[in-house]
């Protein structure tokens, strides 16, 4: 029988894969628990306009991320904090402070778990961080931690 599975099948296939299974596997666990419908030549044509749509969805997203990281690739934060001797920081510079001030100073609204730092700035000076706008699509923004 060939179903088209609705959920991931261990063993079978992924969500939205159209393949061949036993007709007594098909009828007793995957119809029954709700995991595959059958292949019939309407829900194959359903099946075929969902994942255009989602194509057509995942391409504006990726076209959408691609102009924010130009918008934001010539951007510089400025973040002014107190520092002891050296230019050691009192606290450190995380990715939520970068965050509120690329909204604040630049009006640009990223979360801060999309800034990839290592580990948080703890002196003053020019840095450069990178942010995963989309999972293909990264930007660098300079960050300046001053006094």
């Known amino acids: 029988m060939i179903v088209i599975l609705v959920k991931d099948v261990k063993g079978v296939g992924k969500a939205g894969d159209v393949v061949k299974v036993s007709d007594g596997y098909a009828r007793n666990l995957l119809l029954p628990k709700g995991l595959a419908t059958e292949a019939t030549e309407g829900n194959v044509r359903n099946l075929e306009k969902q994942k255009a749509l989602k194509e057509e969805k995942r391409q504006q997203e990726l076209a959408e991320a691609k102009a924010l990281a130009e918008k934001i690739g010539d951007k510089k934060v400025t973040i002014q904090t107190k520092s002891g001797e ?18 604040k100073q630049h009006q640009i609204s990223i979360d801060k778990r999309k800034f990839v730092l290592d580990n948080p700035i703890k002196h ?12 293909e699509v990264t930007a660098k923004l300079k960050v300046t931690v001053s006094v």
């Open 124 to 135: 003053t000076g020019d840095f450069e961080v990178e942010i995963k706008i989309y999972p």
């Open 86 to 103: 050296g230019g050691k920081l009192f606290g450190s510079i995380t990715s939520k402070d970068i965050s509120e001030a690329l909204e």
